[in-house]
Structure formats: C-alpha cells, structure tokens
C-alpha cells in the first residue's frame, strides 16, 4: 500500500471511530436517581428547567396509579367478573398488551411514572374477595406468567424513559403467601430478578399502604416493614441498587423508623378532601425526626377538581411534592368502566375524567 492510500484509509478509521464512540452503547439503560429531594432520569433532572406558575416543576416525579397491568385471576368462580364485553372472557395477556399500548399516550402528556403492583389493587375499586392474583407462589417463587408480563411493561418503560414504581405487595392478596419466610423469599426472589435483567427504570414500593389492618403478616406492617427496605437496599449488581420506600394510607403520615430507611417517602391523598390538608401532610412528613430531605410523591390520590383555585394536586404542586392520579370507580352513570383500576381496564384516554387528569398534568409539566 502506498502513503497516498494508507492515509485515506487512517483518515476512514478514524471517523468510523469518532461515530461510533459518539452513539448510545448498546448496553446503556434509562436510570432514575435522586439527588436531595428531586427526581433525575439519565443524570439529568426530571421537566428539566420547568416551573409552572412560580412552582418549581423540575425534578418532580408525576405518576399515576396504574397497578393492574399484570393483573390475572387464578380462580375460575371470580374469574368470570373481568370479561372483556365483546369476547365474554377474561384475557391477561390482552391486559398487558392494552397497557403497553397506552403507554406512549401517557408520556406525550407529561407522565413520567406509574405504580404497578405484583398483587395490583382491588379489581373492582375498592375491597379484596375471593380472587387470587399475586406473582408470587405461596412459598414467594416467581410465576413465570407475570415476569412475562412485567418485562413487556418494564421494557417499554424503558424505550419511553419512563419510572416504574414497582409495588410487591398489596393487602387482601399478601395472605395468599404462606408465611413470613415466603415474604422475605418472594422479596428476594423479585429483587433479584430486577437487578440481574438490569432495569434501572424502577423505584420499589415494598407494599401499598402499609398501615391498613388487612395486611396478615406482620413484616409488612409499619412496625417492621422497615426490615423489608433495608433487605432491598442490601443487594445490588454492579454497583447498582434499587431505590427503595413504601406507602402508606390517606391522610397517613409515614412513621419515623420507615422514613429513616427510605430514599424517598410515599403518602397517599385518598380521604383529603380539603387540599390545605396536602400542604400540611407533605409539612408533617418533613417534620419527622429522621426525615433527611427525600422527595416526598404523592403516588395515590382520588380527588379530581383541577378547575378549584385549591385542589389537592396544585397544593402539592406547591409544596414541591410528585403526586399521582388514582381512579378506582368501576362506572360511570352510562354504566362503562371508567377507572384505571377496575378490571377489564380501559387504558387509554377515554373517559372525561381521565382526559381533564391528563390536560392539567400537561399544562403543568409543559410536555
């Protein structure tokens, strides 16, 4: 090869070089972090620059509650109740896929996070009977079926950048678990299934509402929950752990011995029906004796009056609080499932109350 082609072809190396050491790696992954008391995804602050009339939006986290999207029913007797009306039959995989179609919408109006459960929620708004669904075995093993699940959401979530805030357990189904040491196996089981398929996307919500009577095993309630965060927050994979808190019920305000082990506290608004009431809560929590200045999200909330000078999220807003939509009601006076909690969910943006959520929650995020 002569001069005149070597350096041609150095120059063609180089520049092969320089893009490719300019493109993501493959093996880059959306991350949330926490730094003080805001919320950042890829190092950089959530609706970065943001500020919504004189309110500090950037670094907050806005969710919704969106907990059956791996839901099913193992009971045949209470598995008829969530046909779908156009095939009469109940379809869990049609679930997740509606869910992870939705999720685009959700984005474009400024959803940065949602809470899924493992044991989701009550399919029918409010109250637990007699249907099983829950991720794990009674001995705490993963069900396969719902991993497959989970990964569908989870890697949209992370093609969208989005949070998911990972909810284990949920009352009215943690008895479905044989024991404590099925708990704290399906605790690690899941945690360590999170770390070795690598998401970073995910805050984990040891249960939902910890402090409600229902649950059965005492590891789950206020007194010790703080156990299972400690045990989350002892593993990781390459240098990486997860994120890790627990919620508690409306009007609740998070006890000090789960607040000093959480990075970031959970509250719920459920049964504040005055919204001075939010700027308070969210002014009691960091007024607990180990409160170290972590985001406080609101990650529940069924109040929706985003037309009133005082509603519960523009007070939230304002005491620079993330907060999350939480529709439970199964229908409307037209008789049509409007909630995002009520099984067979309808996903998308249909229903007037959803579109009013999502209408304010873009004008205040700007997205």
Not at 144 to 159: F, Q, S, V
Not at 259 to 284: C, Q, T
Request: with cysteine.
């Amino acid at each position: 090869m002569t001069p005149s082609q070597i350096i041609p072809s150095l120059f063609a190396l180089l520049l092969l070089f320089t893009l490719t050491s300019c493109q993501p790696s493959a093996t880059e992954r959306p991350a949330v972090s926490i730094d003080g008391n805001t919320f950042l995804i890829d190092g950089k602050p959530t609706y970065e620059g943001r500020y919504w009339k004189g309110n500090k939006i950037e670094g907050l986290l806005m969710n919704a509650r969106l907990v059956q999207g791996v839901f099913d029913d193992e009971i045949p007797e209470t598995r008829k109740f969530f046909h779908y009306p156009d095939t009469g039959k109940w379809d869990p995989d049609r679930n997740t896929n509606e869910f992870v179609a939705a999720m685009p919408s959700w984005r474009k109006h400024g959803l940065l996070s949602f809470t899924l459960n493992l044991q989701g929620g009550s399919p029918t708004g409010y109250g637990n009977k007699n249907w099983v669904n829950s991720a794990f075995t009674t001995s705490g093993a993963l069900k396969p079926a719902y991993m497959d699940r989970l990964t569908r959401i989870l890697d949209k979530a992370e093609e969208l950048k989005m949070v998911v805030i990972l909810g284990y357990f949920y009352f009215g189904q943690d008895q479905n678990i044989e024991n404590e040491a099925g708990i704290v196996n399906a605790v690690d089981n899941i945690t360590d299934w999170l770390l070795e398929k690598g998401y970073r996307n995910v805050l984990v919500e040891i249960n939902n509402e910890s402090n409600i009577k229902a649950y059965d095993h005492e590891i789950l309630k206020p007194a010790r929950v703080s156990e299972l965060i400690e045990r989350v927050k002892s593993k990781s994979r390459k240098g990486y752990r997860l994120l890790v808190s627990t919620s508690f019920g409306g009007r609740y305000i998070p006890d000090a011995n789960v607040v000093a082990v959480s990075d970031y506290i959970l509250i719920h608004g459920n049964g504040v029906k005055e919204p001075d009431f939010i700027k308070e809560m969210v002014e009691r929590t960091k007024a607990v004796s180990t409160y170290k200045g972590q985001p406080i999200v609101f990650n529940e909330d069924d109040h929706y009056e985003y037309h009133a000078e005082a509603n519960n999220f523009k007070y939230a807003v304002e005491s620079y609080a993330s907060w999350g939509y939480f529709d439970f009601r199964r229908k409307d006076e037209t008789d049509i499932k409007i909630g995002y909690q009520s099984v067979p969910v309808d996903w998308s943006i249909s229903h007037s109350r959803k579109k009013e959520f999502f209408d304010y929650l873009k004008e205040i995020t700007g997205e």
